[in-house]
């Protein structure tokens, strides 16, 4: 999850609502808000029905007085909170991508090829700037040997790679790392993740597909 540096619920900060959930991890008592935002009554309250609304904590099933920190809130904890970027900007960091998408898929060494793009969430909408693009990626091997292979290009690397499923899935990793191009603001999903959750997306690549 990637967050704009201004964006906020309920007049707070989501930086700070994160830094609150980090501290507290799995749950937290009702007062624990109203203290850390120095705040009571009301505008403590809007923040408590801020927070379950957006699905960022949930009400404690056997102590009212609790609150439990939703898996959407513990996304939050690990959110990276980025400036957002124009449209303009987006456009052409989604172009660059599609251009190493068609590189990658011609590069035989690889283990993995791109088989398929989908873009959903915010870019289908008509904002004029956006968090990051979120791109559902369907990565096929090349080969029934990628596993073998993987594990020689893992040795050849020059990073230290000690687990044994990270040398497996190294050609894998190695293809999806190509495609971010060490951009923060292209967020990489797995290609079914659109139709698990039901939601709207544009076919990108091939640039044939349909909906």
């Known amino acids: 999850m990637r967050v704009g540096k201004n964006e906020t619920l309920a007049g707070v900060r989501l930086i700070k609502l994160r830094d609150f959930l980090r501290f507290h991890e799995e749950s937290f008592p009702a007062e624990a808000i109203g203290e850390q935002f120095k705040v009571n ?4 309250q809007e923040i408590e029905e801020a927070l379950v609304r957006a699905g960022y ?3 404690h099933e056997n102590d009212k007085t609790r609150y439990l920190v939703a898996p959407l809130g513990r996304q939050l904890c690990n959110a990276r909170f980025i400036s957002r970027i124009s449209r303009e900007k987006a456009e052409a960091l989604l172009q660059t991508f599609l251009v190493r998408v068609v590189s990658i898929n011609e590069r035989d060494e ?6 398929g793009v989908r873009v959903f969430g915010s870019y289908l909408t008509d904002k004029a700037d956006l968090g990051d693009i979120d ?3 369907g990565i096929k091997a090349r080969r029934e040997s990628h596993v073998k292979e993987s594990v020689e290009r893992a ?12 040398r497996i899935t190294f050609g894998r990793s190695e293809v999806k790392k ?3 191009g060490g951009s ?3 967020s ?3 290609f079914d993740e659109v139709d698990e959750l039901g939601i709207p997306y544009k076919v990108l690549f091939p640039s044939n597909g349909a909906n």
Do not use: C, M
């Not at 009554?41 to 403590?44: D, P, T, V």
């Not at 990073?159 to 044994?164: H, P, V, Y």
């Open 41 to 44: 009554g009301g505008r403590k």
């Open 57 to 59: 904590v949930i009400r």
């Open 110 to 115: 690889l283990t993995h090829k791109v088989t």
């Open 135 to 137: 791109l559902a990626v």
């Open 155 to 166: 040795n050849q690397s020059i990073r230290a790679i000690r687990s044994f499923l990270d």
């Open 178 to 180: 190509l495609l971010k």
């Open 184 to 186: 923060p603001y292209l």
């Open 188 to 190: 990489i999903h797995e």
